[in-house]
């Protein structure tokens, strides 16, 4: 009789190592004018730019970079700088009086200025998407590369494209969606929807593109990975770089039995924890949820805590600049930030979904977006804002939130119109929404204020 086969190990190394190598040989080496790149949070897609951008450079391949924000912009090219600092990169900027990271001034062989001619003939030439259409008269680059290109609406692409010959596109295409401040329901369906993002048009209109996904979440531990894949990513499947029991999050002093305590304990031993307060239909700027927030954060802070991972053996303080808030609204933000400053916390990152969105911390704390509301819009149940909330954290994630909300769910099931010749996007919101808050049930601390 013979013996099964012995199932293989998942090597996370090997695997994005694999991947790695399988998306710059078609970037260096394939025909296709375009390459797609899906990825996951926390998947080394920086990396995989700065990396493909080397190599293209290396090859003597003139290039141009495309990233959404000025941040973007500015944390690549200091990246580009670390890696290489003797490769000339030239960093084109707006005309504003502060357009760039101060830091790049020190950096010897990073060229800068607002004219594109000025910084022809450099290897590497990076700037925004909103930059970049303004660039007339210039002979085109051989190749660019476009990052977090699930941002990137389809109209901001179609005014770059005759700057390049062939582009890498790369992005998370579980993130919020292109962001647009006008309807734009009258071109639903059409293969040139401009408010659709620039990938979802791109691959309409050119379905044979290559298509690779990274494969390996390393900022996502153990504990997230799963719920993450699955409530997000079910058609592009991905697992974390590190085990259970890679990293641990241990505090010098002792729990007070309060609720916020325990759901910090929970959420240190399971990665997740819920503080559910009592159901109740509320202002956006819910006092009491405000307050659990706050109070959550100064404990994290009080009971000094330390986390150890793959990084280092040696314990790493959990500093408030290694603690992030993510709310839905600017005003949830602004009115967390006062309870904060009441509590004298004053470090802590608190911003929405759409600003923390790239952004890594060992810690977060959630305000549901749909706690205490007496309704679920499509804005509360779009489903990149629930994945960027529940994915920036390396250890634990905190989520407050009023009972109800999956009875509110169920009462308001998703009744967007259907558009012909629309991609649906699955999972939508209304699903995600409920893996999650099932997988949060088991880690639930009440608490009646």
């Keep these: 009789m ?14 994005a190592t694999r991947a790695t190598e399988a ?15 899906d990825s996951p949070p926390g998947a080394g897609k920086s990396t995989l730019v700065v990396r493909a951008a080397l190599e293209l450079a290396e090859a003597g391949r003139p290039l141009m970079v495309v990233a959404q924000t000025n941040a973007q912009v500015d944390d690549l090219v200091l990246r580009l700088a670390e ?3 003797d490769l000339p990169v030239g960093r084109l900027h707006s005309s504003d009086t502060d357009p760039y990271d101060k830091a790049l001034d020190s950096l010897d062989h990073v060229r800068k200025s607002a004219k594109a001619a000025d910084l022809a003939g450099l290897p590497v030439v990076i700037s925004t998407a909103a930059k970049w259409a303004h660039v007339k008269g210039v002979e085109p680059w051989q190749h660019a590369i476009v990052d977090e290109a699930y941002q990137m609406r389809s109209d901001a692409l179609l005014a770059v494209a005759g700057l390049f010959e062939r582009a890498l596109f790369v992005g998370d295409p579980g993130q919020l969606d292109p962001f647009s401040i006008v309807g734009a329901e009258q071109w639903a369906g059409l293969s040139y929807d401009p408010s659709g993002s620039a990938v979802t048009t791109l691959l309409a209109h050119n379905p044979g593109l290559p298509q690779h996904r990274l494969p390996v979440s390393w900022r996502l531990p153990a504990s997230a990975a799963p719920l993450v894949s699955d409530a997000f990513y ?11 029991g890679d990293r641990g999050l241990a505090f010098s002093v002792a729990s007070d039995a309060s609720a916020p305590d325990r ?16 159901a109740r239909h509320t202002p956006r700027t819910d006092p009491e949820a405000v307050r659990a927030v706050a109070q959550v954060v100064r404990r994290l802070l009080d009971r000094e805590g330390a986390s150890t991972s793959e990084r280092s053996p040696d314990p790493t303080p959990l500093s408030a ?8 609204h600017r005003d949830q933000a602004a009115a967390i930030r006062a309870a904060l400053a009441e509590l004298g916390v004053t470090d802590v990152v608190v911003d929405t979904a759409n600003r923390l969105q790239g952004r890594e911390y060992d810690v977060t704390v959630v305000l549901h977006p749909l706690s205490g509301r007496p309704d679920a819009t499509a804005f509360h149940l779009e489903t990149g804002r629930l994945c960027v909330l529940a994915s920036r954290h390396r250890h634990a994630c905190i989520v407050v939130c009023r009972e109800g909300v999956t009875d509110l769910l169920d009462d308001y099931p998703s009744t967007e119109p259907v558009q012909l010749g629309t991609l649906v996007k699955f999972p939508d919101g209304w699903e995600a929404n409920h893996a999650v808050l099932a997988h949060l049930s088991e880690h639930r601390v009440t608490w009646r204020p």
């Design 263 to 278: 759901v910090i304990d929970e959420a240190a031993a399971s990665g997740w924890g819920l503080l559910q307060l009592p």
């Design 23 to 37: 998306i710059l040989h078609d970037t260096l080496h394939g025909t296709a004018r375009g390459v797609v790149v």
């Design 83 to 85: 890696k290489n600092p």
């Design 2 to 15: 013979t013996a099964p086969a012995t199932p293989a190990v998942f090597d996370p190394g090997a695997e």
């Design 321 to 328: 600049d290694r603690i992030a808030v993510g709310t839905a």
């Design 234 to 244: 079910p058609y592009t499947p991905f697992r974390s770089g590190t085990g259970h």
